[in-house]
DNA sequence: CACGGCATTGCCATTCAATGGCAGTCGTGA
DNA sequence: TCACGACTGCCATTGAATGGCAATGCCGTG
């Protein structure tokens, strides 16, 4: 009757989630692999109503944070971009490496990454790659992998210790294959690294792909402090990748200082 | 007394913004210039009360999108470039021009530019620069204006002509210089533009620098609607920008045959 | 054609999340 | 010394946000 009906009427107004978390909830349902999203899925990927999610998402639009394309699929929006490009740590990085970055695609042809640790995840901040540079498996701001690349290793080996513990705990699992490293191994490698200051791998990325070499060198602010791992990955095949090291060096002191020059990550105090 | 004190406290919960806007506005207080914030000039520069700010912020560094340096002022967090890295108009588009515009470095030596519009504004998505390059007032992910730079005045062409009329009635002004142009002039300048599909610029970027020349093309979705421009800018010493042209066509048709071929901006329907 | 899924709009009673003021502490730089 | 900024609590207040529901329309699919 019409009484139930009333009184089922405007129940449960909020559990508890601020409405902050809620809006980032939905923006994070986006990734590389899902870059644009309907209503529904959007909902469903943060669990919540349907109307809410519309009323938020309207919301985002206003905001720039959202695009809405012809068919009705959400985007992330170009004001976001926009404001995520000032974020220091990744264009604000990313604008002092490139040039350098450019040089060793040119000297070499192959790929160059700019990797730095966000929490326990090790992010590629800019990819190069030239033209006939090897296969690379990661995406440009994707997701690097702490234990068995290069640039994650280097990346892990100047991280806190507490870092280290946590993610050689983790399962290590490199693609379909699995690693052949054990936590033991990977630790003698970061001390390795730690002592060397450089990162040399060789070896199959993935099953059924040809055999990559790369070098990693980090990238020190104030002389000491580690931001960011440098790397070039080619073609295996014999190749040697320690006759990189000189010129990743250069590159790496080179924006090293120009960041130490810049406001970027200012100490203070 | 203690009764006054009492009966001033807690009033005006709010008055009517809604989170979602205020948190945006606190992202939004930051720009190129001002790539950090303390406390106190985040909440002046959004008129909020200090309290409030400072439990928005923290709730936006929970989401990572806000990150505290170590002297206790705010930058726009790695998380927030993550998400926007997934604007399909801005890293997305940028992704597969990158290589083309790479190819276009080695070739000139000098700016390549690859712009949209958001909006009534012109964005500037990537910008390399060769070594040798000339001088460019305008960064990487800034603002480019429509009605003198050759990338600018391709996007107003194609652009909705309420646009156009819009951007034609705001004063035009070059940094410290007068344009050179009545609002008549550009209208004729965008329908050339329209007919020859290009467009070259000569002229002199500010004064006291030397003079540049540029040629932009647009690059089109679907083969007719215009979604970026494409730009390179030279020494314009001598220079003949239009030798340019070719390879620039050949490059933003590459650019436009792979994103078709992508998800980007799909009709859908 | 009927059905199910999706997008959209509107309404509504219900709260709890968000608010802004204030007080007090601490550190710092002028 | 003083002024300013950062930070932490506390608190009464209230309106912004919520989730349900109903109704409509628009596809595709079976």
């Given amino acids: 009757m019409a009484v139930e009906a009333a009184r089922s009427r405007g129940r449960k107004p909020s559990r508890g989630e601020p409405v902050i978390d809620r809006a980032f909830a939905l923006l994070g349902a986006f990734s590389t692999s899902r870059r ?13 109503p349907a109307s809410t999610t519309l009323r938020l998402a309207n919301r985002l639009i206003a905001a720039g944070a959202l695009e809405r394309r012809e068919d009705g699929r959400f985007v ?22 490139l040039p350098h970055m450019t040089d060793l695609v040119e000297a070499t042809h192959e790929n160059v990454l700019l990797a730095v640790l966000d929490g326990n995840r ?36 100047f991280a806190p210790a507490m870092l280290q513990e946590q993610v050689l705990l983790e399962p ?38 040809p055999p990559v070499a790369s070098a990693a060198v980090p ?3 104030g002389g000491h402090e580690v931001i960011a791992a440098l790397s070039v990955v080619m073609h295996g095949q014999g190749a040697e990748p320690s006759t990189l090291l000189p010129s990743l060096r250069a590159a790496a002191t080179a924006i090293a200082r120009e960041l130490d020059m810049a406001d970027f990550g200012r100490v203070g105090r």
């Fill in 76 to 97: 992330i929006g170009l004001r976001l971009w926009e404001m995520g490009a000032l974020a220091p740590r990744g264009m604000g990085l990313r604008q002092v490496a």
């Fill in 172 to 209: 290590m699992t490199m693609a379909p294959d699995p690693v052949p490293a054990s936590p033991r191994e990977v630790r003698a490698r970061l001390a390795q690294i730690r002592r060397d200051g450089f990162c040399l791998v060789k070896a199959v990325p993935l099953s059924a792909t």
């Fill in 219 to 221: 990238i020190t602010r």
């Fill in 122 to 157: 090790g992010l590629i901040i800019e990819r190069l790659s030239g033209h006939q540079a090897a296969y690379m498996p990661f995406a440009a701001t994707g997701d690097i992998p702490l234990y068995y690349t290069s640039a994650g290793l280097v990346l892990l080996a």
């Fill in 36 to 48: 644009s999203l309907a209503l529904a899925e959007l909902a469903r990927a943060c669990g919540q």
